[in-house]
């Protein structure tokens, strides 16, 4: 893998790059451009000049990025052609097989594989499953929000979205909830490029990794032994078809409802918040209508998209949009392109809360792929906000967020709030 380049280019120079290339030559997929937010207007143009992009010298190798909103969904429903088992290369631009930072997954998988391990921990999202969480995290976001200081300058990632995400993970993997955060050190070390902020070198993000691997391992065994539980370890244990997987589909597993488990939801707690402040019509209209609440986790999942990409691998040779992909092209499905395509979204840049379509969003993918867990992610941001709007007139940003140096994960790192008063009792 590739580290984060040491001298990133500047906002500046990205600009000139833009303007300046011709569009065969972009490369989209520079962790520099996502970490200053420049991603998009790159997109933009890949999706108006060259919907089906043939980048033959990325960061990261030849690649073709696909754009469009209908051209992405054609790919997820053709599974036959276009691959996503880690053999052929898995599910990022930067994933390979035979890497270690990288585990075979059921996400990583075709069907019938696919289809055995997903039905085995899809119980676990089930309403009624949801509806008995729902308590539970309610008390969660009344108690970090009750902590929150007023008037202060605080990080609103560390403080609120990891901690409710942490606590929610922890609950559905059957981890304990005291140790809840390092489920988050364990997620930011799976995503991460070496040289990125707590991962210098590729041998501390595999030593943070095993730390991680050697728990999961334990709990493991423990619940082969006595898998009668409702988390999703338990569930993966009791199912005939999952409980004698081998050791690296486990661990890979275990990986892969880390990172889904929490990452998502995680940055759209954080991106909602920048949302409001940015569009602060919509927020008066929230609290003007508080019944529009429901359409909150859609329209920000689509306006976020925290997972930016998926990857596949064409299984033959294929014409898409015009253009020939041969057979073991990367193919990289950008769906934070997608979800601001002009042709499915009218005024794709805005947060309009109360979209009518904002429900075809791609941010959880589509077809056999799309996420288990959006029903889970979507209770936990509108279980949040509820409590926001029983609480505060306000959240005000305060400085530009910081965002992640990653083409995957479309995140932030850091941003800073400041909350000036709660409402009257």
């Known amino acids: 893998m590739p580290p984060i380049p040491t001298s990133p280019k500047t906002a500046a120079q990205y600009e000139t790059e833009l303007a300046a290339l011709p569009v065969e030559a972009l490369d989209v997929a520079q962790p520099g451009l996502f970490e200053l937010g420049l991603a998009p207007r790159y997109l933009e143009r890949l999706r108006r000049e060259a919907p089906v992009h043939r980048c033959a010298q990325g960061l990261y190798g030849t690649y073709w990025s696909i754009t469009r909103a209908r051209d992405i969904e054609a790919v997820e429903l053709d599974h036959e052609t276009f691959s996503s088992e880690h053999a052929h290369g898995g599910i990022t631009i930067l994933s390979h097989p035979e890497d270690p930072q990288f585990l075979p997954s059921f996400l990583a998988m075709d069907p019938p594989r696919h289809t055995a391990q997903r039905q085995a921990v899809a119980p676990a999202f089930t309403p009624d499953r949801l509806a008995a969480m729902a308590p539970r995290l309610q008390a969660w976001a009344a108690e970090i929000l009750d902590g929150l200081p007023i008037g202060e300058t605080f990080d609103w990632v560390d403080r609120v979205s990891v901690e409710l995400t942490a606590r929610a993970l922890a609950l559905l993997l059957g981890f304990p909830e005291a140790r809840c955060r390092e489920l988050i050190r364990w997620s930011q070390a799976i995503v991460a490029l070496p040289g990125s902020p707590g991962f210098p070198t590729l041998a501390e993000k595999m030593r943070v990794l095993q730390d991680c691997l050697d728990s999961f391992d334990a709990i493991w065994e423990q619940r082969l032994r006595a898998p009668e539980g409702e988390d ?176 995957f994960m479309h995140g932030f790192a850091e941003l800073r709030v400041r909350i000036a008063a709660r409402h009257a009792a």
């Open 232 to 407: 999703l370890l338990s569930l993966l244990a009791r199912c005939p078809r999952t409980r004698a997987m081998p050791r690296a589909e486990v661990q890979g597993n275990i990986l892969l409802l880390i990172v889904a488990g929490n990452d998502t939801t995680r940055h759209s707690l954080s991106a909602s918040v920048l949302a409001f402040d940015r569009f602060p019509g919509e927020w008066a209209k929230l609290r003007r209508q508080p019944a529009l609440l429901t359409g909150l986790a859609p329209e920000i999942l689509r306006w976020q998209t925290p997972v930016a990409h998926m990857r596949r691998t064409a299984m033959r040779d294929v014409t898409l949009g015009g253009q020939r992909i041969p057979k073991g092209g990367k193919v990289i499905l950008w769906y934070l392109s997608a979800n601001r395509d002009a042709a499915l979204f009218a005024q794709a840049d805005d947060f309009i809360l109360d979209r009518a379509n904002a429900r075809r969003h791609f941010a959880f993918g589509a077809g056999i792929h799309r996420c288990l867990g959006a029903r889970l992610a979507d209770l936990q941001i509108r279980t949040l906000w509820q409590a926001v709007l029983d609480r505060f007139p306000r959240i005000e940003v305060v400085h530009p967020p910081v965002r992640t140096a990653s083409t």
